[in-house]
Nanobody, 117 residues
Framework: QVQLVESGGGLVQPGGSPRLSCTSS????????MGWYRQAPGNKRELVAS???????DYADFVKGRFTLSRDAPTDTVHLQLNNRKPEDTTVYYC???????????WGQGTQVTVSS
């Protein structure tokens, strides 16, 4: 079982450079896709950004040009840089990973991000 440990959530102040981090208990090379989803109350969980096999980046339209996903292979970690934040970015963010075959799904516990105006 792969454990995903998230950090970096909380109250995000204007002018800051917040970053969400997710570290896998398994080698990042044993994973297929790794990234972040978010879910607002009453809504479906939706993809924010992901990286597949270390090279293929995918971003939701609502964060393109604002958020940046990166991978730090030596630490088995992905980072999500939250730039140009909007009030609607306030929600719970979940780290997600799949096995290399895509059949297994792993989730972090979720971290609250609150964008302060």
């Amino acid at each position: 079982q792969v454990q995903l440990v998230e950090s970096g959530g909380g109250l995000v102040q204007p002018g800051g450079s917040p970053r969400l981090s997710c570290t896998s208990s398994a080698s990042i090379f044993s994973l297929g896709t790794m990234g972040w989803y978010r879910q607002a109350p009453g809504n479906k969980r939706e993809l924010v950004a992901s990286i597949t096999k270390g090279v293929i980046l995918d971003y939701a339209d609502f964060v393109k040009g604002r958020f940046t996903l990166s991978r730090d292979a030596p630490t088995d970690t992905v980072h999500l840089q939250l730039n140009n934040r909007k009030p609607e970015d306030t929600t719970v963010y979940y780290c997600h990973a799949t096995g290399t075959s895509g059949r297994m799904d792993y989730w972090g516990q979720g971290t609250q991000v609150t964008v302060s105006s």
